[in-house]
């Protein structure tokens, strides 16, 4: 039975917060995860692991963050350059540490003044693996498991909206007939897996927060063309969806910026479906209740905790 | 038996992306992970969490970023401002935006104008966890098992210097005795849970590389006074060690700039043993060899891999 928050008496933060699932840090968006927490986004993450395995898909893990360049060629600055953490670092020598520390005690901004690494925050998972595959693909494509810490910059109140989550994507990589079918078949698959949680997903249509005047437009189309789905279910209130997973199919975008081709010698098409295990985990702390040990006997099985 | 790696034939960085089991992204010390080595690292992990449990530890995970508050009030600008990675984001309008993408058309550095913001990346795993503890400790004070991706700007063609890994760290925080003795027996301990893999670690007392002209002293005070020692294993050539494992006695450097008190009203002492998980990995590879099902069988069994 769905657990009632009632907004007058504290927000679901608040109340993850007072049951210890997550230890604030003074940032928006920026959370420590008890034990329990943990245990669910990772029981989450190897069912995931799993699933992969069965359909024998490659699997790359990488760090939280990434080459600048690569994202550079994705294009990810035109369109989403709100969202982007660069990675800045001190080289001065003595002088200018003084001068930084000098900023620091008169509480002024001290970090202007560093210069940008080689290195930005991952802001999806599939990124990073795209110039791993650049070059000609196997007969039949490749399909790639991956999962990492992607970081957003949008603080929020809402526990939904992390700075710093994770996504557990597959990436199908093959000829745009293929990368198609998988797609469509996705809505299903996806369905499925979080059905299998207790969770009863919402599918729709969806579009991304493009920056900009032409946002619109660009999101517009992208929604006509069924090129993005969304499953939502309710997190932060009982009223508002949230995607919890979202399926995104992306034509010769990718592979056309970095010349990945089919064994035919087309440039290959790209789709990929991502799951937000704190989402995820966040939507079965709503639906169930925020003590494990009450969640439906099935669902605990499922997750074994 | 050792595995033999001649500096002659190609570096111990080149096997490891040969055999798949790193993934080169571009920049020195950025490496996405194969599913088996991933796996390695990810068993080490649950490892040293079983072992957490049987302590009682309280749990508490971190992504990769954290609070700039925080890190300001730890010094560690002082220390070591050469390494830390401070986050930049974009939040200028259409016109900056225009600006941005043109500078980036012409190769230029389109990143400097990016404000900081409220986040860092976590420099070492104990970190967001002191202003957590911040008030009066119960009686025998606090012991807490804390795992995270760990920044370090400090590019480096040797595997194992990675600018972005993971820290799995027990914090023990108590009255001064209590501290110090910890600190003492996780000579031992550390040493043993090395040893229980396969690994035959080195002990050696250690210091940090304290920035500028007034390092040298703090380096040589640290190293004089024993508050730190580090467990060391041959990752990069057989001929050099790398710490795999260091355990660090701050005395009451972190407890009196957060406010943590002894149950009897005294500010706390503190002190961490950290676990390099990517390290311990890779000690285990140049140890054990590339190729996992080749491993002794009880270091596969320990591993369950």
Not at 70 to 94: A, I, N, W
Not at 238 to 246: D, G, K, Q, V, Y
């Amino acid at each position: 039975m769905a657990q009632e928050f009632s907004a007058h008496e504290s927000t679901f933060l608040d109340q993850l917060i007072a049951h210890g699932l997550l230890i604030p840090s003074g940032v928006q968006g920026i959370y420590g995860k008890s034990g329990v927490m943990e245990n669910v986004i990772c029981r989450i993450d190897e069912l995931l692991t799993d699933i992969g395995r069965e359909m024998s898909a490659d699997i790359m893990r990488f760090p939280p963050v990434m080459n600048r360049v690569t994202v550079e060629q994705t294009g990810y600055m035109k369109s989403f350059p709100q969202l982007l953490g660069s990675v800045h670092s001190f080289t001065g020598k003595h002088r200018e540490h003084q001068q930084l520390l000098n900023a620091m005690e008169e509480g002024q901004d001290w970090s202007q003044s560093l210069p940008s690494t080689q290195d930005v925050l991952i802001p999806a998972a599939c990124y990073p693996v795209y110039p791993t595959l650049a070059g000609t693909l196997p007969e039949d494509g490749r399909l790639v498991d991956v999962c990492c810490f992607c970081f957003r910059h949008e603080p929020s109140p809402d526990p939904a909206r992390m700075q710093s989550f994770r996504q557990h994507e597959f990436i199908r990589i093959a000829d745009a007939h293929t990368v198609e079918q998988w797609h469509g078949e996705w809505i299903k698959r996806g369905d499925a897996f979080l059905r299998s949680l207790g969770l009863e997903p919402v599918v729709a249509p969806a579009n991304d927060p493009f920056f900009g005047p032409g946002g619109r437009l660009l999101a517009a189309s992208q929604q006509e063309q069924q090129l993005k789905f969304e499953l939502l279910s309710p997190i932060n209130s009982s009223e508002h969806l949230t995607a919890i997973s979202s399926c995104n199919y992306h034509q010769d975008h990718f592979a056309s910026k970095f010349g990945i081709y089919t064994a035919s010698g087309e440039i290959a098409h790209t789709s990929c479906i991502g799951f937000g295990l704190e989402r995820i985990a966040l939507a079965l702390f709503r639906k169930h209740g925020l003590d494990t040990a009450e969640w439906p006997v099935e669902v605990r099985k499922r997750l074994a905790i």
